[in-house]
């Protein structure tokens, strides 16, 4: 093994950002030009590390044996604020899913945030660190090492995570085909501040639940709402959808919650779609348990076999009806 890249895990391991164990071989590719990586987390998935901007980043990466090169999708998991990469692959069960599926999925590795001495990602306005140049970087990375179809490549994340999410999908929609934010929200930011308008055309899915204390449904003094998160996607600066199922808004003036479950919005540029769901009752978690049982927290009348019923299933099933559009397609 390279002695400068088994300084790096020990680095890495010091951190709480790897924990090398067992694993098996994947099934196919490399994720850094050449480099064998560390096997890690569970069986199938390695460890890799790669330098941006002198910066050394880590990732775990899980290519199922059934991965076909240039038709197979790649998801990448973003972590929450404290977590890693090697943390998030038990908790989604996406590694398990791929293998079923077909589909390639990488865990990138956040750095620490000197404001609260934890991993953390950058965010809209809080750029500690390039996390927008790092998943640029390893994009290019595993699209040249294990060759995914361009046209399906997805981001998504969990809480500080989903955050990240969508600073990608305004920031990195050239190369990104779909976004999927858990627990999350458009920016959050003490001082208000301006989202530019998006590269281009991404479809987006919104799972939050109703009752989270970390980042509110109807928004606070720093978090911007769901109902706001869902215009700015919806509207000009990035998706012109012109078609709504539900004019309602998710919460009323007073910021209290309305009946509305879930909202859509479709007939967007590049063909995207914006779709909202709310989970009832539903707190700050990534759900592994069926969503769809009535009387059962949390729930949501809408989900079902199509859609799936755990937040894996349906965030894969979102993804995996959104490629992205031909360039040459796109309307503006």
């Known amino acids: 093994m390279n002695k400068a890249f088994c300084a790096l895990l020990l680095v890495s391991l010091s951190m709480g950002l790897l924990s090398c164990g067992g694993g098996g071989a994947m099934g196919g590719g490399d994720g850094g030009g050449g480099d064998p990586g560390v096997p890690c987390g569970q069986a199938g998935t390695k460890c890799y590390s790669l330098t941006v901007n002198g910066v050394a980043r880590t990732y775990s990466l899980h290519v199922p044996s059934n991965f076909q090169k240039n ?114 929200t458009l920016v959050s930011s003490t001082t208000p501040q301006t989202v530019p308008s998006a590269l281009g055309p991404i479809s987006v899915i919104v799972l939050h639940g109703d009752q989270d204390k970390t980042v509110r449904y109807c928004g606070s003094q720093t978090d911007a709402s769901q109902e706001e998160t869902f215009n700015y996607w919806s509207g000009s600066s990035a998706n012109s959808c012109s078609s709504l199922d539900t004019s309602s808004a998710l919460c009323d003036s007073q910021g209290n919650i309305t009946a509305v479950v879930e909202k859509d919005a479709t007939h967007c540029s590049g063909n995207s779609e914006v779709k909202f769901y709310r989970l009832i009752g539903g707190v700050h978690e990534w759900y592994s348990n069926p969503m769809n049982v009535s009387g059962q927290v949390p729930f949501n009348p809408d989900f079902d076999s199509n859609t799936g019923v755990t937040t894996t299933d349906i965030v894969w099933n979102f993804f995996a009806g959104h490629p992205k559009e031909p360039l040459s397609n796109h309307q503006f």
């Open 71 to 184: 038709t197979g999708a790649l998801v990448i998991v973003l972590h929450g604020s404290g977590g890693s990469g090697l943390k998030v692959e038990p908790n989604t069960g996406f590694s398990t899913l791929a293998d079923q599926a077909g589909f390639a999925v990488a865990y990138p590795d956040g750095l620490v945030n000197p404001g609260i001495g934890q991993t953390d990602w950058a965010y809209f306005f809080n750029d500690f660190a390039d996390d927008i140049g790092f998943l640029r970087q390893l994009i290019g990375t595993l699209q040249t090492n294990v060759g995914p179809d361009p046209k399906k490549i997805y981001v998504t994340g969990f809480s500080a995570g989903a955050l990240m999410s969508h600073r990608v999908g305004v920031q990195a929609a050239d190369l990104v085909a779909a976004i999927g934010s858990v627990e999350g």
